[in-house]
């Protein structure tokens, strides 16, 4: 008598590679110039009820990211104050003044940003970036293994967030002055996926003005 046999069905799931980690990179550390004298901070201005640099950070940490850094410069102590409560690691770096790619550093630098496989750049000043906005975003990268650079676009118009790669961080890490990361983005060679968010992408508030036909309310 023939007896049949069965082979047990291989469990695929424990061969399947984790998600991509990301960690969120929130930069204010800047001097806010363009408020004006006595125009207050603008990170510090209040949306629905709570700091802009708060509202960001807690943006952030709803989103399915794996560590958020925020990045502190001027008025430092105000800025981390309003964050303060939050599961959120604050970085202070002292050469704010020479422009944003400090602060990129600084942020790459961090403890809790060593190892992930892509960094969420988030600027502070960004309203209207919502929760699903930065998850389409880093659902974009994990489909992409990681290996992408992810940038929010309105219209066809450049905007941030951006994500990038692991790849990129000793290029990064040789920026200077007050350059992002746009000319990493056109001259790396690592391919760019646009991501169309909506105005969110290109709706930043950089004086009083902008901050109050954003919706906001002028603090200190």
Do not use: C
């Amino acid at each position: 008598m023939e007896v049949a046999t069965t082979t047990p069905l291989q469990d695929d799931s424990k061969h399947e590679r984790p998600p991509a980690t990301v960690a969120a990179v929130i930069l204010a550390a800047g001097k806010a110039s363009r408020m004006g004298e006595g125009g207050g901070h603008k990170l510090l201005a209040e949306f629905d009820g709570e700091p802009l640099v708060r509202r960001a950070a807690k943006t952030a940490l709803s989103a399915d990211v794996n560590v958020v850094i925020v990045v502190t410069g001027h008025r430092w102590n105000e800025i981390e104050a309003a964050v303060l409560g939050l599961e959120v690691t604050a970085i202070y770096n002292p050469e704010f003044a020479s422009g944003m790619a400090s602060s990129l550093i600084a942020g790459y630098s961090a403890a809790a940003a060593r190892g992930v496989d892509g960094v969420l750049v988030m600027l502070a000043d960004m309203p209207g970036v919502t929760v699903g906005d930065l998850n389409a975003l880093i659902s974009s990268f994990r489909q992409s293994s990681g290996k992408v650079i992810i940038r929010a676009v309105s219209r066809g118009k450049r905007g941030n967030p951006v994500i990038l790669p692991k790849s990129l961080k000793d290029s990064i890490m040789q920026l200077k002055g007050d350059v992002g990361a746009r000319h990493l983005l056109e001259t790396s060679g690592t391919p760019v996926i646009d991501l169309d968010i909506g105005e969110a992408a290109r709706l930043d508030v950089d004086t009083p003005e902008e901050v109050l036909v954003a919706g906001g309310v002028l603090k200190g």
